[in-house]
């Protein structure tokens, strides 16, 4: 890869503002300056922005979305302080944003054969689709086209914020262009016969395997297509269509996309830490009914989830109604407590808890970007409902279950590939997985309808994405048809953080007037009423 050195003249011209700016141009300027940076340790630095960070963690997924959408119960709400959270999904994105404009700047140089960055330049547009898409689905509009530009010009310093429709669309091209355009070969090289720019060692992410870029940017297609169908069908219908007629590749099994602390060398102290310090994520009786009947466990990744309270009972918190239920305590997630003693939990903690290697293995549990069984359930979704080709309820069925057999797979593997997990650590056959696909609730033909079919699929793609409660919370306000107790779910989006009030206001305060405010109780633009 040729070595490109960059010095970024408007870090000078910033100088100035330094006093008054309370850290916002560290968004938008180029970081690396003066520093000469090649582009494969900038890429990785985007690649290494893929971490869930330690307060997103407690402050987001652990205090507002798990319970959002009763993926667990939320037995007290004492960190209410949710902008410590939304300040660092913030911070993480607009970094990561930055480096890749600056990717994009030198690309944009190449001018005697383009395709020769025509591979990395849809790495990075890959990558930057996936963290985008994540960021307004979480806040709606946000400061895209023009943010992460400063380094070029100092009136971009503060920008506009943007519609979250042009956002999708323009993120769905940019998935579009970088599946066309890859060309996976071992040593791919232009049509003039000159040899790619590759980021070589530093894409830690797939390694180089193209095939496996290809898969994930037409996944992510199909995702995001899927998310804004019931908003605007006429502009997903064909593109479902021609990726289905095509033949375009998707994620198969065994092909989930993590981020896996082992393989690429860092140690994710954050998922514990989060659970140790936040102690109030438990089992609900949300979960506890769809995987249970007769207070029997059907599915066995209830065991890889959750594991029983102190005195080896499974008892969930009440989803709803819990004003006066009793307060769990403990320490179910603290390490100096169950490294010595896994079997003690603290005598206080009444409720049946996270598993605790699931959330304390800071090696071998990967961060889930995206499963193959998530893949298979948005196919059963397409075939049937009918979505850019013919409605086929087998084809459908065909898929239901081969996502229920990924997703098992993988909380099986999950489970068998981490090394601390040594206590109810149990392989399940074929056979006993097999039971658990023929039970009535969870065998897709026999459902008495193509609605509770399709309830189904939505509840398994709710199992499924666990540990991924930010996917969990787009489905539930794109179908309102997951499993869930109670009243309807009145979180729609999470507010802008105060670092973006006070020092982008004058855009701010354009975005909230035309939101009509920045509360949480505003639907994003692909929700439906």
């Given at each position: 890869?040729k070595?490109?050195?960059?010095y970024?003249?408007c870090?000078?011209?910033?100088?100035?503002?330094?006093?008054?700016?309370?850290?916002?141009?560290?968004?938008?300027?180029?970081?690396?300056?003066?520093?000469?940076?090649?582009?494969?340790?900038?890429?990785?630095?985007?690649?290494?922005?893929?971490?869930?960070?330690?307060?997103?963690?407690?402050?987001?997924?652990?205090?507002?979305?798990?319970?959002?959408?009763?993926?667990?119960?939320?037995?007290?709400?004492?960190?209410?302080?949710?902008?410590?959270?939304?300040?660092?999904?913030?911070?993480?994105?607009?970094?990561?944003?930055g480096?890749?404009?600056?990717?994009e700047?030198?690309?944009?140089?190449e001018?005697?054969?383009p395709?020769?960055?025509?591979?990395?330049k849809?790495?990075?547009?890959?990558?930057?689709?996936?963290?985008?898409?994540t960021?307004?689905?979480?806040?709606?509009?946000?400061?895209?086209?023009?943010?992460?530009?400063?380094?070029?010009?100092?009136?971009?310093?503060?920008?506009?914020?943007?519609?979250?429709?042009?956002?999708?669309?323009?993120?769905?091209?940019?998935?579009?262009?970088?599946?066309?355009?890859?060309?996976?070969?071992?040593?791919?090289?232009?049509?003039?016969?000159?040899?790619?720019?590759?980021?070589?060692?530093?894409?830690?992410?797939?390694?180089?395997?193209?095939?496996?870029?290809?898969?994930?940017?037409?996944?992510?297609?199909?995702?995001?297509?899927?998310?804004?169908?019931?908003?605007?069908?006429?502009?997903?219908i064909?593109?479902?269509?021609?990726?289905?007629?095509?033949?375009?590749?998707?994620?198969?099994?065994?092909?989930?996309?993590?981020?896996?602390?082992?393989?690429?060398?860092?140690?994710?102290?954050?998922?514990?830490?989060?659970?140790?310090?936040?102690?109030?994520?438990?089992?609900?009786?949300?979960?506890?009914?769809?995987?249970?009947?007769?207070?029997?466990?059907?599915?066995?990744?209830?065991?890889?989830?959750?594991?029983?309270?102190?005195?080896?009972?499974?008892?969930?918190?009440?989803?709803?109604?819990?004003?006066?239920?009793?307060?769990?305590?403990?320490?179910?997630?603290?390490?100096?407590?169950?490294?010595?003693?896994?079997?003690?939990?603290?005598?206080?903690?009444?409720?049946?808890?996270?598993?605790?290697?699931?959330?304390?293995?800071?090696?071998?549990?990967?961060?889930?970007?995206?499963?193959?069984?998530?893949?298979?359930?948005?196919?059963?979704?397409?075939?049937?409902?009918?979505?850019?080709?013919?409605?086929d309820v087998?084809?459908?069925?065909?898929?239901?279950?081969?996502?229920m057999?990924?997703?098992?797979?993988?909380?099986?593997?999950?489970?068998?590939?981490?090394?601390?997990?040594?206590?109810?650590?149990?392989?399940?056959?074929?056979?006993?997985?097999?039971?658990v696909?023929?039970?009535?609730?969870?065998?897709?033909?026999?459902?008495?309808?193509?609605?509770?079919?399709?309830?189904?699929?939505?509840?398994?793609?709710w199992?499924?994405?666990?540990?991924?409660?930010?996917?969990?919370?787009?489905?539930?306000?794109?179908?309102?048809?997951?499993?869930?107790?109670?009243?309807?779910?009145?979180?729609?989006?999470?507010?802008?953080?105060?670092?973006?009030?006070?020092?982008?206001?004058?855009?701010?305060?354009?975005?909230?007037?035309?939101?009509?405010?920045?509360?949480?109780?505003?639907?994003?633009?692909?929700?439906?009423?």
């Amino acid at each position: 890869m040729k070595k490109i050195s960059s010095y970024i003249i408007c870090v000078s011209l910033l100088i100035g503002f330094q006093s008054c700016q309370n850290g916002f141009e560290e968004l938008n300027k180029n970081p690396f300056s003066p520093t000469e940076v090649l582009d494969g340790p900038l890429f990785n630095e985007i690649i290494s922005s893929l971490r869930l960070g330690h307060n997103r963690q407690l402050y987001v997924h652990n205090e507002k979305l798990y319970n959002a959408t009763q993926q667990g119960a939320l037995t007290a709400e004492i960190f209410p302080n949710v902008t410590i959270g939304t300040e660092d999904l913030w911070q993480n994105y607009y970094r990561a944003l930055g480096n890749a404009r600056e990717l994009e700047r030198r690309f944009s140089e190449e001018i005697d054969d383009p395709e020769i960055v025509h591979n990395v330049k849809a790495q990075v547009r890959i990558i930057m689709a996936y963290k985008t898409f994540t960021m307004t689905d979480l806040f709606g509009d946000i400061p895209y086209f023009d943010a992460g530009k400063a380094f070029d010009d100092i009136d971009n310093l503060r920008v506009a914020f943007d519609d979250q429709e042009e956002i999708y669309k323009s993120l769905i091209e940019d998935l579009e262009w970088a599946s066309k355009h890859i060309i996976n070969a071992g040593n791919p090289v232009t049509a003039s016969g000159n040899a790619m720019e590759t980021f070589g060692e530093f894409d830690t992410f797939f390694n180089n395997n193209w095939s496996k870029w290809i898969k994930f940017s037409n996944s992510l297609q199909l995702r995001y297509l899927m998310r804004v169908y019931e908003k605007d069908p006429e502009y997903v219908i064909p593109k479902i269509s021609e990726l289905l007629s095509s033949g375009a590749s998707f994620l198969a099994t065994d092909e989930d996309i993590v981020m896996h602390p082992r393989e690429q060398n860092w140690d994710n102290w954050g998922v514990n830490w989060s659970f140790r310090e936040h102690n109030k994520l438990r089992l609900g009786t949300t979960m506890w009914n769809f995987m249970t009947e007769n207070n029997d466990v059907i599915d066995p990744r209830l065991n890889i989830f959750f594991e029983t309270n102190n005195e080896d009972k499974w008892v969930p918190f009440p989803q709803t109604n819990n004003d006066n239920a009793e307060q769990s305590g403990g320490e179910p997630y603290q390490p100096s407590r169950r490294d010595a003693s896994y079997f003690n939990k603290g005598q206080d903690n009444i409720y049946a808890n996270f598993n605790y290697y699931l959330i304390r293995d800071n090696q071998d549990i990967p961060e889930i970007i995206m499963t193959s069984a998530e893949v298979k359930f948005l196919l059963a979704e397409i075939f049937l409902r009918g979505i850019g080709t013919p409605s086929d309820v087998f084809l459908a069925d065909f898929n239901y279950n081969l996502g229920m057999f990924d997703s098992q797979k993988y909380w099986q593997n999950t489970m068998l590939n981490s090394s601390i997990w040594i206590n109810n650590r149990v392989e399940l056959s074929t056979g006993i997985l097999a039971t658990v696909y023929n039970h009535p609730r969870y065998n897709f033909m026999m459902a008495d309808s193509d609605e509770t079919r399709l309830k189904m699929i939505y509840a398994q793609r709710w199992v499924d994405s666990f540990r991924q409660p930010w996917e969990a919370f787009s489905l539930l306000r794109r179908t309102n048809s997951i499993p869930r107790e109670g009243d309807d779910n009145q979180l729609f989006r999470l507010q802008y953080p105060p670092s973006e009030r006070n020092n982008n206001a004058e855009n701010w305060g354009i975005q909230a007037s035309k939101m009509g405010a920045d509360e949480e109780n505003i639907p994003v633009w692909w929700m439906t009423e």
